[in-house]
C-alpha cells in the first residue's frame, strides 16, 4: 500500500528523519469502498471552515514522490467533485482509479486512518446558483461524472427547486452504474435524509441508467435516446423545453460536446455563476 506517514510540505532528506508534522490541510480518510477495479469511492474528514455549494469541486491528492535530486516532495493534486452534500459532516469522493495516473495509482490504495491533501477552495457551475427556476431538473452524466450529483441528490434545494428530477447515468459496464444505483436506492430509506427534505421526497427522482458495452435493461448512449425520443418515451414526459426543464451535464470533454449540442437543440442556453440560465456542463476530468 501507499506510504501515508505524515510528512511536511518542505520535508527534504535531512528534515524527513524527524518530520512528525501532518500533511499540509490534511484530512482524514474515515472509510474506503471499492466498485470495481476502475472505480472506487471515500470519505474524509471535513475541514471546519470548509463551506461549499452541492455540486461543486475541490482540489484534493497526496504528497508526490520525492525528487530524486533534492528529495523534495511536492503535493500531486487533482480536481475532484464533492459527492456529499454541503450539509453533510463529512466529505465523500468517486474516484476512477488510473492504472499509470499519477494520483490515482496512489489514491486507490488509502486506507481509514491515512491523510489526504484537500484545499479548501471550492468553485465549479454545476450549482443550483446558475440555473433560473424551472419545473423538472435532469442531471446528465457518463462514468465519475455522477460525483456532483450524487451531492445534489441529496441537497434540500434539489426538491425545494423542482417537481421532478431525472438523473441519466451512462456507463460501459453494469458494474460501473453500482455506485450511483445504490445510492437512489438508499435515499428511500435514509431517515435523516427523510426528515430533512420531507418524507418521500425521492419519489421525485427519475433514475435513467444506460450501458453502452454491457448488455442490460437500457443500452445506449444517452444523447442518441434523447435525439430518436426514447428517454421521453420511456419516462412519460413531452420532452425537454426551456420553458419547463433545466440540466446539469458531467462527463468527457465529447460526451460534454455533444450533450450541448442536443440541449441547444432543444432551444436551452447555458449558463453559468454569473449569468445563470437553462443548463450548465463541468468536465469529469481532462483527456
Ligand atoms: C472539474 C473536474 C472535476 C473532476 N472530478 C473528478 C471526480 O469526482 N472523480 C474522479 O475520479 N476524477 C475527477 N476528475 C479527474 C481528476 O482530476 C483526475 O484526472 C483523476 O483523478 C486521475 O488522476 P491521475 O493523476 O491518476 O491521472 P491524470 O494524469 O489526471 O489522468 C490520466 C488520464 O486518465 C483519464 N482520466 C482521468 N480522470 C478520469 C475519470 N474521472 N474518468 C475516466 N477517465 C479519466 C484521462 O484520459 C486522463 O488523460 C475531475 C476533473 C476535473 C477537471
Redo the contacts with the bound molecule.
Keep these: 500500500m501507499t506510504d501515508m506517514r505524515p510528512v511536511d510540505a518542505n520535508m527534504t532528506e535531512t528534515s524527513s528523519k524527524v518530520a512528525t508534522k501532518t500533511l499540509p490541510d490534511a484530512q482524514t480518510v474515515t472509510s474506503v469502498e471499492h466498485f470495481t477495479d476502475r472505480l472506487f469511492s471515500f470519505r474524509v474528514s471535513r475541514p471546519q471552515s470548509l463551506r461549499f455549494r452541492s455540486g461543486e ?1 475541490v482540489m484534493i491528492g497526496l504528497m508526490g514522490d520525492p525528487d530524486p535530486k533534492t528529495g523534495k516532495q511536492k503535493p ?1 493534486l ?4 464533492i ?1 456529499s452534500p454541503a450539509w453533510d459532516e463529512e466529505l465523500e ?4 482509479k ?1 492504472p499509470d ?5 496512489k ?1 486507490q490504495h488509502i486506507q481509514p486512518g491515512d491523510e489526504i491533501i484537500l484545499r479548501p477552495k471550492p468553485v ?1 457551475t454545476l450549482v443550483h446558483d446558475a440555473l433560473l427556476p424551472g419545473k423538472r431538473l435532469w442531471f446528465f452524466s457518463t ?2 461524472g455522477f ?1 456532483p450529483f450524487a451531492s445534489l441528490l441529496r441537497e434540500p434545494d434539489t426538491y425545494e427547486k423542482y417537481d421532478e428530477v431525472v438523473i441519466t447515468h451512462t456507463c460501459r459496464d453494469v458494474a460501473e452504474l453500482e455506485y450511483g444505483r445504490r445510492l437512489i436506492e438508499d435515499l428511500k430509506t435514509d431517515e435523516l435524509l427523510n426528515e430533512l427534505m420531507g418524507d418521500g421526497f425521492w419519489k421525485k427522482i427519475r433514475y435513467y441508467p444506460t450501458t453502452t458495452r454491457e448488455q442490460s435493461p437500457k443500452m445506449g448512449r444517452i444523447t442518441t435516446l434523447l435525439q430518436d425520443g426514447t428517454v421521453f418515451k420511456d419516462l412519460g414526459i413531452d420532452g425537454i423545453t426551456p420553458e419547463n426543464d433545466r440540466g446539469m451535464v458531467c462527463g ?1 470533454l465529447d460526451f460534454n460536446k455533444d450533450m450541448k449540442d442536443v440541449l441547444e437543440g432543444f432551444g436551452l442556453h447555458e449558463g453559468s455563476n454569473s449569468e445563470p440560465s437553462e443548463y450548465v456542463v ?6
Excluded: D, H, N, Q
Design positions: 469541486f500531486l487533482r480536481a475532484y467533485s459527492a469522493f468517486y474516484s476512477i488510473v495516473g499519477p494520483l490515482t495509482s489514491l465549479g462514468g465519475t460525483a468527457s463541468e468536465k469529469a476530468f481532462v483527456g
